[in-house]
């Protein structure tokens, strides 16, 4: 779809494009097969107005290497012409959610990589919050226990998040404590068609970012048609967190 702007942006969608793609092809972007990280969920935001724009990514995973509640965290992927710090992501922007219930080790004990045999709840953002053990549970939300009864961490999580996903996603008081607060969202997509990085595939060669960047152009919304679908459920990218 080709951009006919209905206003005068002080930007052009060929610069956010620019923008994604200089980001993109120095790993400074959402890779949703990234080898370290078994993807969970994910949000994108987009923000906007004549003069300034801002794409962020809600990318919720659970990276092996740290293990645990430090493990499981949502990373936030800013870009945009108006952001006080440097685009793609910062630790600051890593957002950890869950620990233990007093007295109650939420996983553990081989390095804290599976869901404890004896764990009845997780705190989630300070809340106690019940977890399940039964492999019917996982298997109605799409998830095969890989070594059961053992339940790995990003297992536990892949059908623990969607019920709990609030939770888990940016607040918008702490988005607005990164971007102005001023700046009206325009869009907020639950999934999405995503490039796939890992394949060479750069964000301006998919529909999904040359149409949301036609969206801030032109400050019209109807220009996010998309026809492709939606690729971004963790079922579609196996070779997340195997490495």
């Known amino acids: 779809m080709e951009s006919q702007p209905s206003r005068h942006a002080a930007f052009t969608a ?25 993807h969970i969920d994910c949000r994108l935001s987009v ?21 645990g509640h430090n493990g499981l965290y949502n990373c936030l992927y800013f870009y945009g012409n108006c952001l006080p710090f440097t685009p793609g992501t910062h630790n600051f922007n890593f957002m950890t959610m869950t620990d233990d219930c007093e007295g109650m080790p939420a996983f553990g004990p081989d390095f804290r990589e599976t869901l404890h045999p004896e764990a009845t709840a997780i705190l989630l953002n300070g809340e106690e919050t019940p977890v399940l053990h039964d492999p019917a549970y996982y298997a109605a939300r799409g998830v095969t226990l ?30 607005r404590d990164r971007i102005p607060k001023d700046l009206p969202l325009l869009l907020r997509l639950d999934e999405w068609y995503h490039n796939d990085l890992s394949g060479e595939e750069l964000p301006s060669a998919v529909e999904t970012f040359r149409q949301i960047a036609n969206v801030l152009e032109t400050g019209d919304v109807s220009f996010y048609q998309p026809t492709k679908t939606p690729n971004t459920h963790w079922k579609n990218w196996p070779m997340g967190g195997t490495l």
């Open 14 to 38: 060929a610069d956010i494009l620019m923008q994604l793609d200089t980001y993109a092809s120095q790993f400074e972007y959402p890779v949703l097969d990234n080898g370290n990280v078994y």
């Open 47 to 67: 923000y906007g107005d004549k003069e300034r724009w801002v794409l962020l990514f809600d990318i919720i995973g659970y990276n092996y290497r740290f293990g």
């Open 146 to 175: 890989a070594k059961a009864p053992a339940i790995s961490v990003w297992e536990f999580a892949r059908a623990f998040v969607p019920e709990h996903r609030a939770g888990f996603l940016a607040l918008e008081e702490e988005i």
